[in-house]
């Protein structure tokens, strides 16, 4: 470790979060620095840019109270880093990796980099096993699949917050791995109210002894709301790839990651893109999101499940859109749904999940479960088409194909992705083979014969019959 | 100036965007990177740019040609004898004209951006098969060609990309993995060397290089990837070769572009890009040819480009600015992906400027299919013909939807109910083809043309029928639609006279129809 070098009196300005400082040693990008003013009291910050003559520190404690003069900077000679150990499960963080649950502090085994290192493509294994999340409609229609990164594109107002926490409680992995599952609950910008339901829901559950939570409260500043879900994975990736367990990791609310962002980038004065925000957050989404994943060598996985609110339902907002690009598909919510009192009110036809075909069917889950949520996806499809034509004609006008797809529709919502309790994977299915009844088995082009004899016909006579 | 060593190690194998190898070496010096080197030349002979002097042999693969550089040319002074090398050492030394001499290794260094040199571009009369049947019956594209993929997030770009990857027709295929998915990358890397190749039936890994910068990976080498791609596909083009080249996807490496101008300082022009944008979009999409390399072989690289545009809109600069040097235009549609209706090509966007140019080479598949019905003696090009109607038939079904959300489906006339029906036939039986079916994944241009044939078969006795009183809604309760609907799961390469069977029960179908009366039919 380089000696730690303290700056007296460097300062030239103080904007928001940033701090500019003569240049006058030599420091390298991303070390971690600490800055005193005349109260003497230290705050965390780090490099963010370096010219010929200017260093500008990015603050992550409120920078109030500083001045120009007796300000004294410490520079640290490290990067950013996390103090991790096993114990770090049943215990709660602040957005830079403070304990802040009243208890001891963590016992460290390791500090890591919160930046992490791209991982390479060579060292990746494919993500194959199946996570149950107990919602239908992500469990039979968009299926969660270890490694993988999954968000869930919600809107202001909508259950989302609830939907983590009750997959937070249910997520369960199939098969002899089932008890080694580990849950990061990373909130950033998040309001206390929601923080404190976070905390009392995973204690009521008893997932809490499972799970490490890292909060980061709408009050705290942004600058540190950039560094929580790095906290949060380099905790998650410690778990996973270092001591083997199956992460989960749930981050809330991405949206005020990416205001963060374009609050700091406006500060530094950077040349603005799409909406104000920064050119590269594509990039640096993606340093995020490409943190889950599956190694070769090493047992445990990491799978993201970030949360992000789309401002104003707009799923071409930079953000959203952006995120789409990176992640293996999306969950989104809807509104309607929610407003016609649907819980989980997930739209499933927005919706997608790239890596399902890897974590499903035959040797994963069921072999026909890939056909069944293809053929629900199909129907579902043609039942909306029924109601736009419905809304004009009305619903006598109809032929009466599409007034079966009609009713269809409504059942598929109400019936299968509506839930009040958690369904394992084999109720999802029956749900959904049941759904199928209603439609005429000519209808059902996505599935074989050899299906539509197992699951449809066959029980159709056997009720018959008695 | 950026350059690359491009030689007889690549193949198979994985590099980042500045083409360094991603795997770790092995340490194994027989497993190593040795190569079995057989002279082809003597010394004496002179060798003109580009010339071949050499047979290589890389373990367990094909055999590959050793190359004179395109920018060097000379007599030979010295030449090793068959031995094996590793792709650096020496393995011939060349006199030059001005009297100085150069040594030549397996593997030579190349700028990226630099076109390598060819004798003449030809033009192009045959198409790059896909096995995709909406891309290669309706929208082809030409061996040496360009096509551009644009689509929205979860439209199906790299699905549809990594299946034509797998299914199409080339010998070398370049898969350039551009600012995006690490876990596709593994996946891809998993998956080829379990897959055959279509041509030759051994391992698929063996015919790829894999040039992968992800998302997560440094910004300004996503920027120089897509060249260092081009450049070795212009390398095995120059072996003699059809290569294709996959990008995916080319707005990453636009957005790189204006990530490092921004950086420089540089005025943005539309978007936040760089005003140079289109010219270098041009300067890439350029490279792709059908050539006669500078040896003499036919070689030729194909471009296919992914795009992914802000919120799925097209008159973005990429796509906009992409659309003036492609020929081939398959527009993904999020409409389509939503309902799982892949590869989701909206016919209606999508167009292929090189389709005129490919008939004469589809005419002769269809003389190659045998025929139970007879040939209508329009004297035309049957190909473009039956292209013709299926294209006009999806139009016309786009409009009749239109229609039919104001005045309800029942109270279209039967005639155009008819044309709903014969186009939902087209979508599910024909354009409709799975990635991951094991029976469907690719399809051949044989069962192509039996399809549409089918197809069409189904669509003329359909008006017959309806010329003798016959209902849509009688044809749509036919057994016989089910079948149809799902031939192209059911009837896979092994058994193509499967089609002729349907043909006949399908036949036999429409003759057994006879008109209801006006009051059954209200009933």
Redesign the interface.
């Known amino acids: 470790m380089q000696p730690r070098v303290t700056v007296h009196d460097a300062a030239v300005r103080l904007e928001g979060p940033l701090l500019f400082m003569h240049r006058t040693l030599d420091v390298g990008l991303n070390e971690a620095v600490s800055v005193a003013g005349r109260d003497g009291a230290p705050r965390l910050g780090r490099v963010a840019a370096l010219d010929e003559d200017l260093v500008t520190i990015e603050m992550l404690e409120p920078a109030s109270g500083l001045a120009l003069d007796g300000t004294v900077v410490r520079f640290l000679g490290e990067p950013i880093e996390f103090g991790v150990g096993p114990a770090l499960l049943g215990r709660i963080f602040d957005g830079v990796g403070r304990v802040i649950d009243g208890g001891p502090p963590l016992p460290v085994k390791e500090r890591l980099r919160v930046d992490g290192v791209?991982?390479?493509?060579?060292k990746?294994?494919?993500?194959r096993s199946f996570i149950e999340t107990g919602i239908t409609a992500i469990d039979l229609m968009n299926s969660l699949v270890r490694?993988?990164k999954l968000p869930i594109f919600s809107g202001g107002g909508l259950p989302h917050d609830r939907i983590a926490v009750e997959i937070a409680a249910n997520a369960r992995l199939r098969g002899e791995e089932a008890g080694n599952f580990a849950i990061i609950f990373a909130g950033i910008g998040v309001p206390y109210t929601t923080a404190e339901y976070f905390r009392r829901s995973l204690e009521q559950s008893g997932a809490l002894e499972r799970s490490a939570l890292f909060l980061n409260l709408a009050s705290d500043s942004s600058t540190q709301r950039l560094l929580t879900p790095r906290f949060a994975l380099t905790a998650a990736e410690y778990l996973a790839f270092e001591c083997g367990k199956h992460v989960l990791v749930i981050t809330t609310d991405l949206t005020n990651y990416c205001e963060a962002l374009r609050e700091v980038a406006g500060a530094k004065g950077e040349?603005p893109?799409?909406k104000g925000y920064p050119?590269?957050m594509?990039?640096d989404l993606?340093?995020l999101?490409?943190?889950?994943?599956c190694v070769h060598g090493a047992k445990g996985t990491l799978t993201q499940l970030p949360i992000l609110t789309m401002p104003s339902d707009d799923?071409?907002?930079?953000i959203p859109?952006l995120s789409?690009?990176?992640t293996?598909?999306?969950i989104v919510l809807s509104r309607e749904l929610d407003r016609a009192g649907v819980y989980p009110p997930v739209n499933v036809?927005?919706s997608?999940s790239?890596?399902m075909?890897?974590g499903t069917g035959k040797g994963h889950t069921h072999p026909d479960h890939?056909a069944l949520s293809?053929q629900l996806?199909?129907a579902y499809?043609?039942s909306t088409q029924a109601r736009?034509?419905a809304s004009?004609?009305g619903e006598d006008?109809?032929?009466e194909t599409?007034r079966r797809y009609l009713a269809f529709g409504t059942a598929f919502e109400r019936k299968l992705v509506s839930q009040a309790q958690p369904r394992t994977l084999e109720d999802s299915m029956d749900a959904g083979w049941q759904l199928l009844r209603m439609l005429s088995t000519?209808e059902l082009?996505r599935l074989?014969d050899a299906q539509i004899a197992e699951h449809l016909t066959h029980d159709r006579v056997a009720e018959a019959a008695p | 100036m950026l350059g690359i060593r491009v030689g007889p190690g690549l193949l198979g194998h994985?590099f980042d965007g500045l083409l360094r190898p991603?795997?770790?070496p092995t340490d194994d010096p027989a497993v190593g990177a040795r190569f079995h080197f057989t002279p082809t030349s003597s010394v004496g002979e002179t060798l003109a740019a580009g010339a071949i002097f050499g047979q290589v042999v890389a373990r367990g693969a094909r055999t590959q040609y050793a190359l004179v550089p395109p920018d060097v040319s000379g007599r030979v002074r010295a030449i090793a004898p068959e031995s094996d090398v590793s792709d650096e050492q020496t393995v011939l030394t060349l006199a030059l004209a001005d009297g100085t001499q150069t040594e030549v290794a397996l593997s030579h260094f190349w700028p990226v951006r630099s076109p390598r040199p060819v004798q003449a571009r030809l033009p192009s009369d045959e198409p790059l098969v896909t096995g995709q049947r909406v891309l290669d019956s309706l929208f082809p594209i030409a061996l040496g060609g360009k096509g551009a993929i644009p689509g929205?997030?979860?439209t199906g770009k790299?699905i549809l990309l990594e299946s034509l990857a797998k299914g199409c027709l080339a010998d070398v295929i370049v898969y350039l993995?551009c600012?995006e998915?690490?876990?596709e990358?593994?996946?891809v890397?998993?998956?080829f060397p379990q897959l055959e190749d279509p041509r030759t039936g051994r391992s698929l890994m063996e015919r790829t290089v894999i040039v992968?910068n992800?998302?997560?990976?440094p910004?300004a080498a996503r920027e120089a990837s897509i060249y260092s791609a081009v450049t070795v596909a212009e390398y095995f083009r120059d072996q003699g070769l059809h290569v294709a080249l996959m990008a995916d996807s080319t707005s990453?490496w636009a957005?790189a572009l204006?990530?490092v101008s921004?950086r420089f300082g540089e005025l943005?022009g539309e978007?936040?890009y760089p005003a140079y944008l289109s010219s270098r979009l041009a300067d890439f999409y350029e490279r792709a040819a059908k050539v006669r390399t500078l040896n003499g072989a036919i070689g030729s690289v194909t471009l296919l480009g992914s795009i992914?545009p802000?919120?799925?809109?097209f008159s973005e600069p990429v796509t906009s600015h992409t659309k003036r040097y492609v020929r081939s235009f398959w527009a993904l549609d999020?409409k389509r992906?939503?309902?799982?209706?892949y590869p989701a090509v909206n016919p209606l966007q999508s167009y292929s400027e090189d389709a005129l140019d490919l008939a004469v080479w589809w005419l002769k598949r269809y003389a190659d299919v045998p025929t139970s019905r007879a040939r209508r003696a329009s004297g035309e090009n049957e190909w473009l013909e039956l292209r013709r109607e299926f294209l006009t038939l999806l139009d016309e079904q786009a409009r009749l939807e239109r229609m039919?959300?104001?005045?309800?489906?029942?109270?279209l006339p039967a005639r155009q109910r008819l044309t709903l029906l014969a186009a939902e036939l087209v979508n599910?039986a024909f354009l409709r083809q799975s990635a991951?079916s094991p029976v469907d994944r690719t399809c051949s241009p044989e069962r192509q043309a039996r399809m549409m044939r089918l197809i069409a078969h189904f669509i003329e006795l359909a008006n017959d029928a309806a010329n003798r009183g016959i209902t849509p809604e009688q044809i749509a309760?036919l057994d016989v639609?089910?079948p149809l609907?799902?031939m192209s799961?059911d009837i896979g390469e092994d058994r193509l006279d499967g089609f002729a069977t349907l043909e006949a029960r399908m036949e036999q179908a429409f003759a057994a129809l006879v008109p209801q009366t006006e009051e059954s039919h209200a009933a």
């Open positions: 791209p991982l390479n493509p060579v990746r294994a494919t993500p490694g993988q040349v893109g799409r050119g590269y594509y990039s993606a340093t999101y490409e943190r889950a994943g799923i071409g907002h930079p859109d789409g690009y990176i293996e598909g999306q036809l927005p997608l790239r890596l075909k890897d890939p293809s996806y199909a499809a043609r736009l034509l004009v004609v006008g109809l032929a599409d000519a082009s074989s | 994985i991603l795997a770790e929205g997030f979860g790299t993995g600012g998915r690490g876990n990358m593994a996946g890397l998993e998956e992968a992800t998302s997560n990976m910004v990453r957005e204006r990530e921004g943005p978007g936040g992914s802000p919120s799925g809109d999020s992906a939503h309902a799982r209706f039919a959300r104001i005045i309800g489906k029942d109270a599910e991951f309760a639609m089910r609907a799902r799961e």
